[in-house]
């Protein structure tokens, strides 16, 4: 507070007093009790707004006045009666006592309401370093938000464990490493008011995992204290958030490698061993007729056209991982990648209804031609395995502003929502239908690589019990 508040806040004491003899001054037979007592509200008054100094030097104030004014002999301040003196010196111990027991009460107002005001500060810091799981990130952040949840101008922080400091911002070198270090191995705060820099160690029980340094501002020892234990705790969680995740993600891992090894041999073992049989029924066997050794060659031919099919999808999944796959786009009509698709699904789909809603008038797309026709094939196989005998597959097409939009609906059991966000993921496949329908699960999800490597996007709508419609948008060619 500026000495001319301070001078102002006086000088509006002894107003006060002023007002009260002036105001009282002029009723007649005024008893000093009455006055006494206005005197003694208004020190209350002071004492409360205030603070004591003030109330004290309106308490003396009030006195002289009132034996000047109000006791007997009136306009001196010598005093006549014993009584009177009894009654001057029972108010000034009364207005004193009055004003401390004020200053008490509102000094413990204040800290109670500091308190409450750091312990919410605390709730929404805690609040927000559980927002983060990741610990460097945490690291880096934890600083920033010091600074802002508490009012000070800068923030440092120290792990043990690790070689960097993390700041607030660059220019805090009033907050050394050194100083965070020792702070960390000494295990105590330090608190120096006089420069405005507190510094407190990172405490789990016993064991200090680092220490924290702040300045320009001022907090009490218990939250800073509270502050580096919720830091710590903080870094603990997240750790070991980090190690729980790595260790439930080593065990999906080591799930979803089984899954894809099963999966694979299963696949990879249903054609060699048709092709096995089929070649040792002809080796061993040299009295088959020709109707017989041309089904048994039929076999093998086709069931190394689906080996062949296989060892293909899991070379291009891999290209496509690798972003190894080159597009060669040209403008096409999409009608033509739906006849080729068709036609190279005819095996799939050959029980079903195929329905073609597509105007003549479609908009070229830029597309690899043959690669859109393989997604096209793919949806078109998936329809037909999923889908009962007899019903009808719908392919549609029809722009839409800056995109064609491309749909295969079937008439299948359907996909439920939860199934609906991991379909096009790698080896994935159908909880209910995995063991009924032959299948990889990499059909889907190198359909959806090739749609988005041509700036597109691909999914899937369905109700349980209804059928699906799988959906994928290319870009409209631009005659520029």
Excluded at 383 to 395: D, F
Aim: with cysteine; net charge negative; charged share 20%.
């Amino acid at each position: 507070m500026t000495l001319r508040r301070e001078v102002l806040r006086f000088v509006v004491c002894a107003a006060v007093v002023i007002a009260v003899v002036a105001a009282y001054r002029h009723v007649r037979a005024i008893n000093p009790t009455t006055v006494a007592l206005t005197l003694l509200v208004a020190v209350l008054i002071v004492s409360a707004g205030w603070g004591l100094r003030y109330a004290v030097f309106l308490a003396v104030f009030a006195t002289l006045a009132l034996n000047y004014y109000f006791l007997l002999p009136v306009g001196t301040f010598r005093i006549a009666d014993t009584q009177n003196w009894v009654a001057l010196l029972a108010f000034l111990a009364t207005a004193v006592v009055a004003s401390q027991l004020s200053e008490r009460a509102r000094s413990e107002a204040q800290h109670a309401t500091q308190r409450r005001r750091e312990i919410e500060r605390l709730y929404a810091f805690s609040q927000r370093l559980l927002t983060t799981e990741n610990v460097p990130e945490l690291l880096n952040s934890i600083p920033r938000y010091v600074v802002e949840s508490f009012g000070v101008t800068a923030a440092a922080l120290f792990v043990v464990g690790r070689e960097d400091v993390y700041r607030s911002s660059p220019g805090t070198r009033d907050l050394s490493g050194e100083q965070l270090r020792a702070i960390a191995a000494r295990g105590e705060p330090t608190m120096d008011r006089e420069h405005e820099l507190f510094f407190t160690p990172l405490r789990l029980g016993v064991r200090s995992v680092g220490a924290i340094g702040l300045s320009g501002g001022l907090l009490s020892r218990e939250t800073l204290e509270a502050l580096g234990t919720l830091i710590a705790i903080a870094i603990e969680r997240t750790a070991a958030l980090e190690k729980l995740g790595k260790a439930e993600a080593s065990r999906e891992g080591e799930k979803l490698r089984s899954a894809i090894l099963d999966s694979v041999t299963h696949e990879f073992r249903t054609p060699l061993t048709a092709i096995k049989a089929s070649a040792t029924s002809l080796l061993s066997d040299s009295n088959l007729d020709p109707a017989q050794r041309h089904e048994l060659i039929t076999v093998i031919n086709e069931e190394t056209d689906r080996l062949n099919h296989l060892v293909g999808e899991a070379a291009e999944m891999a290209q496509l991982d690798a972003n190894q796959v080159e597009l060669q786009r040209e403008p096409h009509d999409i009608r033509e990648a739906i006849d080729r698709a068709i036609e190279e699904a005819r095996q799939s789909i050959a029980n079903h209804t195929i329905e073609i809603d597509a105007a003549a008038d479609l908009p070229l797309v830029s597309i690899d031609l043959e690669r859109i026709k393989d997604v096209l094939r793919q949806l078109l196989e998936n329809a037909g395995k999923y889908s009962p005998a007899g019903s009808t597959i719908q392919i549609t097409a029809a722009p839409d502003g800056r995109f064609l939009t491309v749909s295969v609906a079937d008439r299948g059991p359907g996909i439920d929502d939860f199934e609906q966000s991991l379909i096009f993921d790698k080896f994935y496949r159908g909880k209910n239908e995995r063991y009924r329908v032959q299948g990889t699960g990499m059909g889907l999800a190198i359909a959806k690589a090739v749609v988005e490597a041509h700036s597109g996007t691909i999914r899937v709508t369905s109700q349980v019990g209804h059928g699906s419609v799988f959906s994928f948008t290319l870009p409209i060619n631009s005659p520029h």
